[in-house]
């Protein structure tokens, strides 16, 4: 049900939210916030503390 809500408000995270229950996908999914970052820009130094996970919808990291 979560990846049904998610889809339905297009949101771009629908498959990630389906691994929870629809509640907590739900609870999830108004948390996340779309951020886009340039060709090689650093998101974040190995081994730094962060506040947040990110999900890689589209390229890739290294």
């Known amino acids: 049900m979560s990846v049904c809500l998610a ?3 297009g949101h771009p995270c629908a ?3 389906s ?3 629809a509640t907590k996908g739900a ?3 108004k948390q996340v ?3 886009r970052y340039p060709h090689k820009a650093l ?3 190995e081994n ?3 506040n947040c996970i990110y999900l890689v ?3 890739r990291s290294s």
Request: charged residues 15%; aromatic residues 16%; glycine residues 4%.
């Open 27 to 29: 609870k999830l999914a």
């Open 33 to 35: 916030r779309l951020v």
């Open 43 to 45: 998101i974040f130094k």
């Open 7 to 9: 889809k339905a408000n």
């Open 15 to 17: 498959p990630f939210f």
């Open 48 to 50: 730094t503390v962060s």
């Open 57 to 59: 919808l589209t390229g």
């Open 19 to 21: 691994h929870f229950p």
